[in-house]
């Protein structure tokens, strides 16, 4: 079973980028379906990006056309890039990783915190 850690939290403003990390350790993270999800304050946890081990993504409505999920298998690296961040975009962002294309997979990260405020 593979561990995850997520980098490149912070703080940003709004209408600013952040660029977050997932890597993972083990030896068939090609095989794994990752997912980024993130949980503001009083909230439950909410996909926001997914991406199988096919290489096909999957967007929330709330941030399509601002956020964009890549892997890199030979780095064991997922990354989510995130634009035009918005308040709303604030939470503690946690990366996810399973072999079903059905609901969150068993592993997950620790977290790291996005912060969008002027």
């Known amino acids: 079973q593979i561990q995850l850690v997520e980098s490149g939290g912070g703080l940003v403003q709004p209408g600013g980028s952040l660029r977050l990390f997932c890597t993972a350790s083990?030896?068939?993270?090609?095989?794994?379906?990752i997912g980024w999800y993130r949980q503001g304050a009083g909230q439950e946890r909410e996909l926001v990006a997914q991406?199988?081990?096919?290489?096909?993504?999957k967007y929330s409505d709330s941030v399509k056309g601002r956020f964009t999920i890549s892997r890199d298998n030979t780095k064991n690296t997922v990354a989510l890039q995130m634009n035009s961040l918005k308040p709303e975009d604030t939470g503690f962002y946690y990366c996810?990783?399973?072999?079903?294309?059905?609901?969150?997979?068993?592993?997950w990260g620790k977290g790291t915190q996005v912060t969008v405020s002027a």
């Open positions: 996810n990783g399973g072999m079903s294309v059905i609901g969150a997979g068993p592993t």
């Open positions: 083990g030896t068939i993270f090609s095989r794994y379906h």
């Open positions: 991406i199988f081990s096919s290489g096909i993504t």
